[in-house]
């Protein structure tokens, strides 16, 4: 059976055959056993029966009937049904020479040496999870028993058994998560735009020594993300499955993998000491082993005179550890972001608490909060004072990805030396309609250069927090 290819050019892994010489091939790799799922070679490739797979790489035309294909798949290697999968976008385009600089590397699945910064910008300290995405039926979450809308933790079997009943879907692999998703949008807008220095950006987590490890940070890598943690030998990556049915409700299944483990070790507690904002991603708090370790980084962090911001994450996620996340919060945050839901929630409230009154009483334990409200705007607290930001202009598309979009723009405007409240959260809110504008998590190069060159160039250095204004017309007391 042919499917379809939909994007242009495909992503996957990066796959090399030890003594086989292979140019302009493509691969599918099967999930579930760890093995190839279907060699699609063109005319001038060559493979060995015995070759052993080195790494990951996947590169198609657009439009090819991969089913076309499977023919040329030769040397007595046996055949397999073919699974046509589309992966990553095309703002990550992987090409030969890419492959090259993959395949001459010293770990299996790693990415080329990037130089190391003497200081980083940012550090971010977060879940490394790959997003399996697709469309599927209502009866295709009804064969697998699950509850439409819903979020469930899996094991490694049971993520098989939904990787493998997706065969014969197109879907869609990315390196997801809430915080690369604001990482990457803040790399693109500090990526050197009229003649700034770029902005070094950087993110620690765990993935496993499996190729889903290497594609992950392969993507971070492309999109001038350092991932600074190696991967766990041995180790599984974290997935999320997000399968989404006609009705757009999304179900999501997440697999920790070697994710819920945070190796808070010498080096990079020295790596934090280098840098001038650590970002903490909420989800965390999900995961029981690694509080403590989440509240002795943001400690010492704080101690050393580095920012420390914190992301609420999801509302249940708040439900869940608000008594620990207050701790934290109260004891080592500069900065929290956050939607009003997440806000009350912290706050111990209901929605009787307007996001100007959460914003500014957050403000008061934590110096600057960012409070966002969907299509009514956001809220920006600093020392109990709130500032009302107006949202961006734009056609929604997809809210999925705003609230990321909008603290890449906090974080970006005060990085650059934005000196005051309302000109951050305005860039901060149009950041947020770009994403909201498309479709997709990411904010595009393009699109980041664009709003860039139109902003004013500051001072390049942060003013401090203590040393913010708020405009005056635009702000009230909690």
């Known amino acids: 059976m042919a499917h379809a290819v939909s994007l242009e050019p495909l992503l996957l892994l990066q796959v090399g055959a030890a003594g086989g010489s292979v140019t302009g091939w493509s691969t599918i790799y099967n999930l579930r056993s760890g093995r190839l799922n279907s060699l699609l070679f063109s005319s001038s490739a060559s493979l060995r029966r015995n070759d052993r797979v080195q790494g990951v790489f996947l590169s198609a035309n657009f439009g090819v009937r991969v089913g076309r294909r499977a023919s040329s798949v030769g040397h007595g290697l046996s055949r397999v049904p073919v ?46 999870m790959v997003d399996c995405s697709g469309v599927v039926s209502d009866e295709f979450l009804d064969r697998l028993g699950l509850v439409k809308g819903t979020r469930k933790v899996v094991n490694h079997e049971e993520r ?77 990556t974290g997935t999320v499955i997000v399968l989404t049915t006609p009705d757009a409700q999304r179900t999501m299944l997440s697999y920790q993998g070697m994710s819920s483990i945070i190796d808070y070790n010498e080096a990079l507690e020295q790596q934090i000491a280098n840098s001038k ?45 608000r008594e620990k996340m207050w701790d934290v ?40 909060v960012s409070v966002t409200d969907g299509a009514r705007g956001s809220y920006i607290g600093l020392k109990g004072e709130v500032t009302y ?19 890449a723009g906090v974080l970006y405007g005060f990085l650059r030396g934005v000196p005051h409240i309302k000109g951050i959260g305005n860039l901060a809110a ?3 309609a770009m994403v909201v504008g498309q479709h997709g998590t990411r904010l595009k190069k393009e699109d980041a250069k664009e709003l860039v060159s139109s902003i004013p160039t500051f001072t390049r250095t942060p003013v401090g927090l203590m040393n913010l204004t708020a405009n005056e017309e635009q702000s009230v007391s909690a």
């Not at 998560?177 to 765990?206: D, I």
């Open 277 to 321: 904002v650590l970002v903490v991603e909420g989800y965390l708090w999900e995961l029981p082993e690694t509080v403590e370790t989440i509240a002795r980084a943001c400690r010492n962090t704080r101690e050393k005179g580095i920012l420390v911001a914190l992301t609420a994450s999801d509302l249940s996620c708040v439900n869940r550890h």
């Open 160 to 236: 098989g058994a939904c990787i493998s009943a997706l065969d014969g879907c197109s879907y869609k692999l990315n390196a997801g998560g809430s915080l690369s998703n604001t990482l990457v949008a803040l790399a693109r807008l500090g990526a050197g735009h009229n003649s700034e220095p770029s902005l070094n950006v950087a993110m620690t987590g765990s993935v496993g020594s499996d190729p889903l490890g290497g594609f992950y940070r392969t993507k971070l890598k492309r999109a001038k993300v350092h991932f600074l943690s190696n991967p766990i030998p041995g180790g599984t």
């Open 389 to 407: 930001i107006q949202p961006a202009p734009c056609v929604p598309l997809d809210t999925c990805g705003a609230g990321d979009a909008y603290a």
């Open 430 to 432: 149009r950041v947020a």
């Open 329 to 368: 919060m109260s004891e080592s945050a500069d900065m929290i972001f956050c939607n009003v839901d997440e806000a009350r929630a912290l706050l111990g409230s209901d929605i009787s608490l307007t996001p100007s009154m959460a914003a500014g009483l957050l403000s008061k334990c934590c110096p600057l």
């Open 83 to 128: 699974r046509c999968c589309s992966y990553g976008d095309t703002e990550d385009k992987l090409n030969l020479e890419d492959f090259n600089d993959l395949e001459r590397s010293n770990q299996p699945y790693g990415v080329p040496e990037m130089k190391v910064p003497d200081r980083w910008d940012v550090i971010g300290l977060g879940q490394a």
